[in-house]
């Protein structure tokens, strides 16, 4: 009798346990969306008035130094500058979370993008229009570098504020060029002269393995995107995406000539085997030529190479101009943000002057350069005659296009390209079967 | 407790009402049961059933996780037979699955006897082999990557004393599939545990009578270790290829998700991470979700009808 009752008891009890745990994690979902509805009213309400507390959920994409030195410098000041908007910043690696997030509706309000995918999600309608809030606070693109500005619009509408950039150039080994008998003070000014002289670097061990190589043309910065516009060649003319522009067919061929002239198995054991030490192969003092991006000097301070180098703009073939051109990061606001007002008012702090500048003025900022060319200016940066290089080549940069396919476009052309050096495929055909897919892809999109 | 005794006690309770009140109880019962388990069902109808019954729906739509996209019908699936990357993906996963499974079960079981011989320190071998198991992937991945360098790497090293010249192992589109399998089977260790203990369960009686009979070792293993150990191989087989054709990690790692060089590393579930989350193209991601399902299924199924004619289990007539 006992028993059975105890039994029955207990029973109850879990019985009891689970329709409340059930009743409690539905009310919970429950409530939790109201509280979120009730939030989004109140922090309008909080933006109007001004004087309410708020907390803005702000996501980056790195953690460790990056978060602590940002919080320091950036994010410290704009929470003294407005006191009544807090920042809680987070972690978050890789763009998968804010994805799912969007799509759930419970996104952060506001998150740092690759400026490169600013056109894709803005495609989607994950990112809020800016267009109106910086026409009311007299952003514009002005403001920032013209590729940087194009990047972060889509459709002639804003949505994303740039932050940070970067772009590429051609390092070289003067020692190495000296050994060659090169002169040492005139770094190639065309690709003609740059086959040439690194012709004469190129030098083979008693394995048969290169020692030391003159130039790799897909070595670190090294694309197809870099020398097909160096080439005078197009990624985007007049809205179509037009990956096989002649002159980037040529590009590509010229690519693809030296992985046949100096034999690509031999030349990607030494890229693949550089590519591990952890060091920047040019820094190796292995290396006479290398497409790299300005960011590369900030190795120097750790690395201290024993050999002479320097820096130029990478050359163009005879009747060209030498170009380059530039990524970075971006500040959205992914549709669905809470606290958009507050959100807005981070965002124009830390990509706007203000925030650019604290940011470039941290002691360990070394040579990285910002979206604003003012900022730069005020941070003398061209007194540091490599980072000049960098600098002068950065209003006329190229970027690459502003579409929804932009990922897609990429990966195709690192894949043709990785299929020409290793011999599969000619270029034309290769880059013809890159339109055909990213324009299949157009084409289900803007239906 | 209560639970497990109550049985016994419960009739003796109700003696008069005797057939009514034991279904009642019965059904009591049931309900308690349902209710005990339903966090877990509810867990598996939300979390998988759901989900799965929702990517097949996907698989006919331009889902793309920010918008639901539309209808396309079969569309995915007719893309997908004319997609060169994807005809490549599955064109290296096979390639890897057939060659790496066999080689596992190979290895395995090889080395599953050695370390089964009565030997000193026998624990700590097989504590060795077992090691490199236990290191999460990415490493084993960056260790290798340092194996194979093709200029200070220590295989090539060794190559050289031997007067052959090392291949350039991950940069080169012929090498970099033997490779991975290479370090595929670093991972050995896991089956090789399963293989011990299949060996511990054939019983002595059957060595000790080929003794009698004279069979050698050799003969011994050929026709009472190898086939007594098939199930635990037809196991491992399965999982194998399962896991295999689900390979990501390591090439993923190896090539940043490009699967250079040459595409030569781009494997199915990197190519479908691709479309789902770098391309957003979740519907079309999906449908290859599904065509990978279905390869692994006619591969299972092949798997189990083929084992009448090889694997034999204890105790059964074969």
């Known amino acids: 009798m006992k028993k059975w009752k105890l039994f029955n008891g207990i029973s109850a009890i879990a019985l009891a346990s689970v329709v409340v745990m059930t009743g409690c994690s539905s009310g919970n979902s429950g409530s939790g969306g109201n509280a979120a509805n009730g939030e989004a009213g109140e922090a309008g309400n909080a933006g109007a008035s001004g004087d309410k507390q708020e907390t803005i959920d702000f996501w980056v994409n790195w953690g460790g130094d990056f978060k602590k030195d940002y919080q320091k410098y950036v994010i410290d000041e704009f929470e003294k500058k407005y006191p009544n908007i807090k920042v809680k910043m987070t972690y978050v690696e890789g763009t998968d979370k804010l994805l799912t997030s969007i799509a759930g509706g419970n996104p952060p309000d506001v998150a740092q993008l690759d400026r490169f995918m600013v056109g894709s999600w803005a495609a989607k309608g994950s990112l809020e229009d800016l267009t109106p809030l910086t026409e009311q606070d007299n952003i514009s693109k002005d403001d920032y570098y013209p590729a940087v500005w194009a990047e972060a619009n889509y459709d002639n509408k804003t949505y994303a504020l740039p932050w940070g950039t970067d772009d590429r150039a051609m390092y070289y080994n003067k020692t190495l060029m000296k050994e060659a008998g090169l002169d040492p003070n005139k770094p190639p000014a065309s690709i003609d002269e740059l086959d040439h002289m690194a012709e004469q670097i190129f030098k083979k061990g008693s394995n048969g393995k290169f020692d030391t190589v003159g130039f790799i043309p897909w070595m670190n910065q090294g694309s197809i995107y870099s020398y097909s516009w160096n080439w005078g060649g197009k990624f985007e003319d007049n809205g179509q995406l037009t990956p096989n522009d002649p002159q980037n067919v040529k590009a590509l061929e010229w690519m693809a000539g030296y992985a046949k002239k100096y034999d690509i198995a031999n030349l990607s054991s030494f890229s693949n085997a550089m590519g591990q030490t952890g060091l920047n192969p040019f820094w190796t003092g292995k290396v006479g030529f290398i497409v790299d991006g300005n960011w590369i000097l900030n190795d120097l301070a750790k690395t201290k190479p024993t050999f002479e180098w320097g820096v130029t703009p990478l050359p163009a073939p005879e009747g060209y101009e030498p170009t380059t051109w530039s990524g970075g990061f971006a500040y959205v606001m992914p549709k669905g943000a809470k606290h958009k007002e507050a959100a807005w008012t981070l965002m124009k702090f830390i990509a706007g002057h203000d925030g650019t500048l604290l940011w470039a003025k941290r002691p360990n900022a070394g040579n990285d350069i910002t979206a604003m060319p003012k900022v730069n200016e005020e941070m003398k940066m061209n007194d540091n005659p490599n980072l000049k290089v960098f600098l002068d080549l950065m209003p006329n940069a190229k970027f690459r296009p502003v579409t929804p396919v932009g990922q897609k476009l990429w990966d195709e052309m690192f894949r043709v390209q990785d299929l020409a050096i290793n011999g599969k495929g000619q270029p034309q055909a290769l880059l013809d079967e890159v339109k055909k897919n990213v324009n299949t892809e157009l084409a289900k999109i803007t239906k | ?318």
């Open chain 2, 1 to 318: 407790m209560a639970a497990n005794e109550n049985p016994v006690t419960a009739p003796t309770l109700n003696a008069i009402p005797k057939i009514k009140s034991k279904s009642s109880y019965k059904r009591k019962l049931t309900l308690y049961g349902v209710l005990f388990a339903l966090p877990w069902m509810l867990g598996i109808l939300i979390f998988s059933a759901y989900p799965l019954v929702m990517s097949i729906y996907y698989s006919f739509t331009s889902y793309s996780i920010l918008d639901a996209g539309q209808w396309v019908g079969i569309g995915n699936y007719k893309e997908l037979m004319s997609d060169n990357t994807f005809r490549i993906s599955i064109y290296n996963t096979l390639y890897y699955t057939l060659i790496s499974v066999p080689l596992n079960i190979a290895v395995g079981v090889a080395l599953a006897l050695l370390l089964n011989t009565k030997i000193r320190g026998q624990g700590i071998y097989r504590t060795l082999f077992f090691i490199p198991s236990l290191v999460p992937a990415v490493a084993t991945t960056i260790i290798w990557m340092w194996l194979l360098n093709p200029q200070f790497g220590l295989v090539n090293y060794w190559l050289e004393k031997i007067g052959i010249s090392g291949p350039p192992w991950l940069g080169d589109e012929h090498w970099a599939k033997p490779s991975l399998i290479l370090m595929s089977l670093w991972g050995v260790g896991q089956a090789i545990v399963i293989y011990l203990a299949g060996l511990q369960d054939i019983p002595q009686d059957y060595y000790d009578a080929a003794d009698v009979d004279g069979a050698s070792t050799a003969r011994k293993l050929r026709h009472i270790t190898l086939p007594l150990m098939t199930p635990v191989i037809f196991f491992n087989l399965i999982m194998g290829v399962i896991g295999t054709m689900q390979n990501f990690v390591l090439p993923y790692t190896l090539t940043n998700g490009t699967g250079a060089p040459a595409g030569s590393l781009m494997f199915y579930v990197m190519y479908l991470y691709q479309n789902a989350f770098l391309y957003l193209k979740m519907g079309y991601a999906s449908a290859m979700a599904w065509i990978l399902f279905l390869i692994v299924l006619v591969l299972t199924i092949l798997i189990f009808v083929s084992q009448k004619r090889w694997v034999h289990y204890q105790g059964k007539e074969s």
